[in-house]
């Protein structure tokens, strides 16, 4: 099994672009999540998917948009870019007990 | 909103010596967790106790429960370097799987 993955690993962009964080997992977990994690804080909760078709709104939403069209896959979109959206990204998958973590995403947004 | 906080902030040990982190939380929780994170990588799970567990091991780890005070505690006996790593509490207050995240107890195992 891979696990959970994400792509890419490193982003660079400007103020006001857009574009998609990709997640997968294929260990058929119904729950998935995105959070943020930003120095000296723990992680904060972006979305939140309990399953294909549901999504929800963590602690941090405003500037991203989530859907979950399969049980494997969990994108995340960042609308219009801003230098506050600069941080790491991890995505998650859960069997309602422990989270399984991917390896991240290192964004700036200059 | 931050639920857990971790103390100490940092923590610097010798090799061999064993390694003490706190979380203390502010509500009820079904159980708590915690999780390592190397440098630049994802979070791993370690270990979790729930709220009518009272202590809980899994090989050198071993955490304890006090829901009377709403604290934990993470004990790593016999550091090793790989021991070397950012340790974290997540509680899970309302079984709705959101966990809440403490900021984390960064442990560096001087060799």
Redesign the interface.
Same mark, same amino acid.
């Given at each position: 099994n891979a696990g959970v993955t994400q792509t890419p690993k490193f982003q660079v962009l400007k103020t006001g672009q857009s574009m998609t964080l990709q997640c997968a997992q294929d260990m058929n977990h119904e729950y998935m999540s995105w959070y943020r994690q930003d120095p000296g804080m723990g992680l904060r909760l972006i979305h939140y998917s309990v399953g294909a078709g549901i999504t929800d709104q963590g602690e941090v939403p405003n500037g991203y948009n989530v859907s979950r069209s399969t049980t494997e896959d969990f994108p995340l979109r960042l609308l219009s870019a801003a230098p506050s959206q600069t941080s790491v990204y991890f995505c998650a998958s859960s069997d309602f007990l422990e989270q399984y973590f991917g390896p991240g995403t290192r964004l700036t947004v200059t | 909103? $931050?639920q857990?906080e971790e103390d100490p902030q940092a923590l610097s040990i010798q090799e061999g010596e064993n390694a003490t982190m706190n979380c203390s939380y502010k509500t009820s929780i079904n159980?708590l $967790?915690w *999780?390592r994170q190397n440098s630049?990588?994802? &979070?791993?799970?370690l270990i &979790?106790i729930r709220s009518n567990e009272r202590e809980k091991h899994s090989g050198r780890l071993r955490v304890t429960l006090d829901t009377s005070k709403k604290s934990s505690s993470l004990l790593i006996t016999a550091s090793r370097a790989a021991d070397t790593a950012s340790y974290?509490c =997540?509680t899970d207050p309302d079984s709705n *799987?959101? &966990?809440i995240? %403490? =900021? %984390?107890t960064k442990l560096i195992i001087k060799p």
């Amino acid at each position: 099994n891979a696990g959970v993955t994400q792509t890419p690993k490193f982003q660079v962009l400007k103020t006001g672009q857009s574009m998609t964080l990709q997640c997968a997992q294929d260990m058929n977990h119904e729950y998935m999540s995105w959070y943020r994690q930003d120095p000296g804080m723990g992680l904060r909760l972006i979305h939140y998917s309990v399953g294909a078709g549901i999504t929800d709104q963590g602690e941090v939403p405003n500037g991203y948009n989530v859907s979950r069209s399969t049980t494997e896959d969990f994108p995340l979109r960042l609308l219009s870019a801003a230098p506050s959206q600069t941080s790491v990204y991890f995505c998650a998958s859960s069997d309602f007990l422990e989270q399984y973590f991917g390896p991240g995403t290192r964004l700036t947004v200059t | 909103s $931050q639920q857990g906080e971790e103390d100490p902030q940092a923590l610097s040990i010798q090799e061999g010596e064993n390694a003490t982190m706190n979380c203390s939380y502010k509500t009820s929780i079904n159980n708590l $967790q915690w *999780y390592r994170q190397n440098s630049g990588r994802g &979070l791993v799970h370690l270990i &979790l106790i729930r709220s009518n567990e009272r202590e809980k091991h899994s090989g050198r780890l071993r955490v304890t429960l006090d829901t009377s005070k709403k604290s934990s505690s993470l004990l790593i006996t016999a550091s090793r370097a790989a021991d070397t790593a950012s340790y974290f509490c =997540a509680t899970d207050p309302d079984s709705n *799987y959101q &966990l809440i995240w %403490g =900021a %984390g107890t960064k442990l560096i195992i001087k060799p």
